[in-house]
């Protein structure tokens, strides 16, 4: 059977250390990784949420940065929901053939291996996902 | 150590029908279940996201519900990230006394004697928490 596991939530917040206290310290869950993306224009805090499950904070270090943009228009809260796959390209090919909609056309690639791409939140009901296929 | 565990993400949707063909039969991900709770006032579909993952879509089913209106303020999208701890009286106690907000003073029980309790999204970086502990 083809994987489909949830595998992150990606979480804005405009205030990463009291995300962060509420996460760690608050509910004794422990952080990950933490890392700033200039290219992105973000702090990434990634929170151990059991095993491979974990919960990203995304907070803009900039003012025009597209998450900066996103949260002025939408507020904190939930950004994105992430279901690894093992055949993104397969269900990338599904999902356009039944008029689902993309945000990117082709997968992406992280520097860790991981291809990823994101179905636009106007043709699901509502949530952006994204997807994951990890390196062998 | 004690149990932190991602559970499930709920995600707020307008039109259930298009959220279900995405996740089912776009994403090819199964129906653990449907219901419809009129209490809540909401038709839920629990989507399998992975043995015991789960994506839980929510639909109001009247206009004045507080599903109904959470979406005409804050518009589809994620609604909670749930949590599975093994103790959660502990963990509310530990979240009052540390300043985080709680919206159940005391732990709620459901049908199947799941205990939950809400954390308030102001308190948390943007947003809402569920504390779910599972009967043993």
């Known amino acids: 059977m083809a ?41 990434i805090v ?3 949420a059991g095993g491979d499950r974990t919960i990203e904070l995304i907070a803009p270090t900039t003012e025009d940065s597209g998450i900066a943009k996103y949260l002025n228009k939408k507020g904190q809260g939930q950004h994105h929901v992430c279901i690894e796959v093992d055949d993104i390209e397969a269900v990338m090919a599904r999902l356009t053939a039944q008029g689902f909609e993309l945000i990117n056309e ?13 179905t636009h939140p106007k043709s699901t009901g509502g949530v952006m996902v994204e997807l994951y296929q990890k390196p062998e």
């Open 3 to 43: 994987k489909r596991l949830l595998d992150h939530v990606g979480i804005v917040t405009a205030d990463i250390s009291t995300a962060v206290r509420f996460w760690r310290d608050g509910l004794e869950m422990g952080v990950k990784m933490e890392e700033r993306n200039d290219e992105e224009a973000v702090d």
């Open 106 to 118: 082709a997968p992406r690639r992280r520097h860790d291996g991981t291809l990823y791409a994101f």
């Open 46 to 48: 990634f929170i151990d």
